[in-house]
């Protein structure tokens, strides 16, 4: 397959604000870059409150830039509706934004999301039980994914003292969904250099 037959690799993030999405997003782009490959990266902040998620968008072409002869793919700045390879949500209703929003398709997108909750401003405020139905986002997420790769990440993170980000990271690297190869992934937390030991354990168990 030749390079103008390959198309880039779109990797979605959905954090909420303040919550170190960055930090994973950094993590992908310099593993990314570690293992040869060209990669852009763009951020849309949200806040803390829950009124919207704090959104990062990485794309990657598949084919070293040693092997381009010169020539420089065109990557896009902002993700598309139904473009979209990966998914990661760091909270079970973000993930439920991006379906309803159009980023996850079941003829492409690997949905990567932890299942615990995090309430919205509108779910606290209700003046009943404003909370989303769980469980219908859980139905949405196997339907309209091509595959889904869900569990309580944040839990896993908690009861072994490391953080989420790690835990998604590794998972990242299990899904084999990004061409990386998990060498790549380690070195981007070791050169880091913050709290590497526990995020690379909080790795070992996402890869796990």
């Known amino acids: 397959m030749t390079p103008a ?4 690799i ?3 993030i959905a954090a909420l604000g303040g919550e170190g999405g ?3 997003s950094g993590w992908i782009v310099r593993a990314i870059e570690h293992h040869g490959l060209i990669v852009q990266s763009t951020s849309i902040p949200g806040v803390a409150q829950r009124t919207g998620a704090t959104t990062y968008y990485i794309e990657t072409f598949p084919i070293p830039a040693a092997e381009l002869g010169g020539r420089r793919p065109v990557l896009s700045l ?4 139904g473009d979209i390879d990966v998914m990661v949500a760091s909270e079970l209703i973000e993930a439920g934004r991006a379906i309803q929003g159009g980023f996850v398709t079941p003829d492409r997108t690997t949905l990567i999301a932890s299942t615990h909750r995090a309430y919205a401003i509108g779910e606290r405020t209700d003046m009943a039980d404003g909370r989303f139905d769980s469980v219908r986002v859980l139905e949405a997420a196997n339907a309209r994914s091509a595959r889904a790769l869900l569990s309580d990440f944040s839990k896993l993170a908690k009861d072994n003292g490391t953080s989420l980000n790690a835990v998604l990271l590794g998972v990242v690297a299990a899904s084999s969904a990004l061409p990386i190869p998990v ?3 380690e070195h981007a937390i070791q050169a ?3 709290a590497v030991e526990p995020n690379l354990a909080g790795f070992q168990l996402g890869l796990a």
């Open 22 to 24: 960055g930090v994973l």
């Open 5 to 8: 037959e390959r198309r880039p």
């Open 10 to 12: 779109s990797l979605l």
């Open 183 to 185: 060498t790549s992934y």
């Open 78 to 81: 902002y993700p598309s509706v």
């Open 192 to 194: 880091q250099g913050i």
